[in-house]
């Protein structure tokens, strides 16, 4: 018999019995009510049962679950961790490499700017050399035209 029907019994009980005169209380047979109890006690603890079972059924899933959850944070925060390392590690190599790529840009320049000055001043005295090459064949031309007058002068005369 389940609990619901044996609370019936005790209600059915209660209202069957004689009540006391100039007073809400009654009567009632204890013999029929120990019964009752009897019965709800040889009941309950089977529900209880059931009823702790499921309760403790519940807290090991929960527990189960939360443990899951911490690990699969746990596993997250360690990928996070590493792919935070990875990522600086990363950044730190295309800083260095960047750096590299700015040293070398910058030894170019200088290289290309020392050639540039280089080739100017190889230029003003390769110019200078050439202007006084022809100086000085101007010169000796000058002297040259100068015998060559004073010949023909000569001859004219």
């Known amino acids: 018999m389940e609990i619901l029907e044996l609370i019936d019994r005790i209600e059915d009980l209660v209202e069957e019995s004689s009540s006391l ?3 809400k209380k009654v009567m009632v047979d204890s013999e029929a009510l120990f019964f009752i109890l009897k019965e709800m006690r040889e009941n309950i603890p089977e529900e209880i049962k ?10 090991r899933i929960l527990n189960d679950a939360t443990k899951d959850a911490n690990q699969i944070i746990e596993q997250a925060n360690a990928q996070a ?36 000055q280089n080739a100017k001043t ?8 050439v202007d006084d090459v022809l100086s000085k064949t101007q010169e000796k031309l000058r002297d040259v035209i100068t015998i060559l007058d004073s010949n023909r002068s000569e001859i004219r005369k």
């Not at 059931?50 to 807290?59: C, G, L, M, R, T």
Request: glycine share 0%.
């Open 21 to 23: 005169p100039f007073s």
């Open 50 to 59: 059931q009823a702790q079972w499921i309760q403790e059924e519940k807290d």
């Open 81 to 116: 961790f590493k792919i935070k390392s990875d990522a600086e590690v990363k950044f730190e190599k295309l800083i260095s490499e960047n750096d590299v790529v700015v040293a070398a840009e910058k030894k170019a320049n200088e290289i290309l700017l020392k050639a540039e």
């Open 122 to 129: 190889i230029k003003i005295q390769t110019n200078t050399y």
